[in-house]
């Protein structure tokens, strides 16, 4: 992994055929511009009742006193939400063994915003309705807890919706929360959304228990599995909290009804990221009402069928049995905590699941939304206390939200929270453009079995903030990158890397013109991935992402073509030591150099991501081809054919050949079983004008009259 400042290119792109080349927004979009706004809605919830209970109806804005850390405030918005006159029970719905009408699962990021309800006109669309969010945590239940899961909530619906409900289903699987259905009260869509999830997904993988009650697996001795639990426990906690913001976009007040098979903290080590979790649902107006799917447990003293037996000493002491014990109690304290710390209640030890959810349908009856703009627009991120009153009724009993945490610049983050924002950033599906990304995927065949997959990433030096550091200019940047299995869903490799750059002068004051290029590596299988990349700005907090997928073939199959590897553009060969931004990676580097085709030499050839070149300079045109083995009887005999292997490049304009390079012969290594054979052209282009051109490469097997096309388009500039 490395970082190659001051290469010279534009930053446009020309999408190549052969390998994964692509950028989060399109080249020529505008430049993005910042918006800077003082003024903060703070919106509260408030439920007034008399001294028996019952809601006190008919106030208005000058009937509440709003103070934020004792300076008066202004109220601006009063609006009352009656759910008790409008509430009526439903229809108890079709049998479940009748067909209902299936509806396609279109999933999304966000909810509906308060536009005027297209039903009626007259009326908003959230006005005196009920919100209530299921939440299905797929990675933290086991297939007969998700299946309990969704019979309750299907048994919810069939016979205990009313007609002031409006019900939302969330799902979290794979990294990602994502709206399977926006609140509606159709319940043939949220039956259809239902019976449509597969119950298996996720496998309840959330966690693995690593103490004296684990299973004796009869595997060798090496790292725990601690590290991964904590890191798991916070993308749960962070999944929960990116729904509380999707939420929060509305005002009313929401409740999410949070189906898991418990959630264990790991000492500490996920305490801040419980506090954000609970801190956004409260600023959002958000209530968690967390249902143990796993219902009334009798757990034997050392573990269910579930799990192989324990092989450890603590079968005999007492210790795994109490270690089984005391996981089981506190995967429900997380859950209890989470409901206590943001108004809602938690539903233990109980079979009939949907009662948690007929709970938090009664919690929210008649109340205020009372809304003001906070005279103190500091983004300190400090605890502000709200006191609400009245100013006439003083027996009334008021029951909000008592105070909240503002929002942070990024200048004041701590280290939790710069790395929860790479959290948030991750989960997010639409890609976030403060910062340009473009990106080059290729991929090389190592042996019969496994690729190499280089990956460049190229960000416009104009976009990044220099600071000045010990008398030198620095940029600093974080990059993050998960690669996932299309078809498994599960994260195959990612890469966690925080870069500073020191810039010279004379760079410094060009990183304006030029872009900036960070490459890393996979080793990966043949199959379909997808990719999702981030890059932060250290200095100013901006960001960029970039998602996509990609395949690599499985050359070993290929019959019609002489197999070929991703064909690389250059227009530069840099020194390894120059690339090596940091002395405690270079073992690591190194490795990667080993298997890296990209480096020859003691040099590395630098792909053009973007296909611009100077007509100036030269090209420099790499790729392999693979010779396929013959099939002897003895398949462990099998060798390449020794005949060697043609090639040339060749650029067009308008559909004319304009340059073409002599044919280049290349023997099939007879050391290598793949019969790998590296071609590299130079292209001596200082007579051609600047304008756009087509670069084709042709392979040619005479032994097996095959052949072999790759073509993209190129721009050379002046």
């Not at 609006?79 to 067909?99: C, G, R, T």
């Not at 009260?185 to 103490?211: F, H, W």
């Not at 050359?555 to 030591?577: C, Y």
């Not at 002395?583 to 480096?599: C, G, H, S, T, W």
Request: hydrophobic share 40%; net charge negative.
């Amino acid at each position: 992994m490395r970082i190659l400042p001051g290469i010279l290119s534009l930053t446009f792109l020309a999408h190549a055929g052969a390998q994964q080349v692509g950028q989060n927004k399109p080249a020529d979009a505008s430049e993005n511009y910042t918006l800077s706004v003082k003024v903060q809605l703070v919106v509260e919830a408030v439920v007034v009742t008399d001294k028996d209970g019952k809601p006190i109806q008919g106030l208005t804005a000058k009937d509440f006193a709003v103070t934020e850390d004792g300076v008066p405030q202004t109220v601006r918005i009063c609006e009352h939400q009656d759910l008790a006159e409008e509430a009526k029970p439903l229809p108890v719905s079709k049998p479940a063994d009748e067909n209902i009408k299936l509806y396609k699962a279109l999933t999304r990021t966000q909810f509906t915003p308060e536009t005027t309800d297209p039903e009626n006109t007259s009326k908003e669309r959230y006005k005196n309705r009920r919100l209530l969010a299921l939440y299905f945590d797929m990675s933290a239940m086991n297939p007969p807890d998700q299946l309990r899961a969704l019979s309750a909530a299907q048994q919810f619906i069939r016979t205990q919706m009313t007609t002031v409900d409006l019900v939302s289903i969330l799902r979290y699987q794979g990294g990602a929360v994502d709206i399977l259905q926006d609140f509606t009260a159709d319940r043939d869509k949220l039956l259809s959304i239902l019976e449509t999830m597969i119950v298996g997904e996720g496998q309840g993988s959330a966690e693995t228990i690593d103490d004296a009650s684990s299973a004796d697996t009869g595997a060798a001795f090496g790292q725990d599995d601690s590290e991964f639990n904590v890191f798991n426990t916070d993308r749960q906690l962070s999944a929960l909290e990116t729904a509380a913001k999707m939420l929060g976009q509305l005002n009313e007040k929401k409740s999410l009804i949070y189906f898991a098979s418990g959630l264990r903290l790991n000492g500490i080590d996920n305490q801040a990221q419980l506090h954000a979790t609970v801190d956004s649902a409260i600023k959002a107006g958000v209530s968690f009402w967390p249902i143990d799917a796993r219902g009334l447990v009798a757990q034997a003293p050392l573990g269910d069928a579930t799990q192989g037996s324990p092989g450890n000493q603590g079968i005999y002491t007492g210790a795994a049995a109490l270690a089984n014990t005391t996981n089981f109690q506190q995967s429900q304290d997380t859950l209890y905590a989470l409901a206590g710390d943001t108004g809602g209640k938690a539903l233990f030890d109980n079979n009939d699941l949907d009662h948690g959810i007929v709970l938090a349908q009664d919690a929210i009856s008649d109340y205020y939304l009372i809304g003001y703009y906070a005279t103190n627009t500091a983004k300190n991120g400090h605890f502000r206390r709200v006191k609400v009153a009245l100013t006439q009724n003083l027996d009334a009993k008021l029951n909000y939200r008592e105070g909240y945490y503002a929002d942070k610049e990024f200048s004041r983050f701590t280290t939790v929270d710069k790395e929860r924002q790479l959290e948030d950033a991750l989960m997010l599906e639409d890609p976030i453009t403060e910062l340009s990304i473009a990106m080059e995927i290729d991929h090389f065949q190592l042996n019969r079995a496994e690729y190499f997959v280089p990956i460049i990433v190229k960000i416009p030096g104009r976009e990044l903030a220099l600071a000045k550091r010990g008398g030198a200019e620095h940029t600093l940047i974080d990059f993050v990158g998960e690669i996932k299995d299309l078809v498994g869903g599960s994260t195959v490799s990612n890469v966690r890397d925080n870069v500073n750059i020191k810039l010279s002068d004379a760079t410094a004051a060009e990183l304006a013109h030029r872009p900036i290029e960070y490459d890393t590596g996979f080793t990966l299988l043949p199959g379909k991935y997808m990719i999702k990349f981030l890059a932060r700005d250290d200095e100013t907090g901006r960001i960029g992402t970039y998602e996509t997928t990609f395949t690599i073939p499985n050359l070993n199959k290929e019959d019609k073509r002489v197999p070929i590897s991703s064909v690389v553009l250059s227009s530069q060969r840099a020194d390894v030591s120059q690339t090596l931004f940091d002395a405690a990676k270079a073992k690591e580097r190194q490795k990667e150099d080993a298997v890296n085709p990209l480096v020859q030499d003691g040099k590395k050839l630098i792909p053009s991501v973007n296909r611009v070149f100077s007509s100036g300079r030269e090209i420099y045109v790499y790729f392999q081809a693979y010779k396929q083995a013959s099939a002897p009887a003895d398949a462990a005999a099998a060798k390449p054919q020794s005949q060697p292997l043609f090639a040339f490049v060749s650029l067009y304009q308008g559909g004319n050949k304009v340059f073409e390079t002599p044919p280049a012969a290349m023997a099939p290594n007879a050391a290598n079983r793949l019969g790998t054979m590296p071609l590299t052209f130079n292209l001596g282009i200082k007579g051609l004008p600047p304008g756009q051109y087509d670069c084709q490469v042709t392979v040619l097997d005479p032994a097996t009259a095959k052949t072999n096309f790759w073509r993209a388009p190129i721009l050379l500039v002046p």
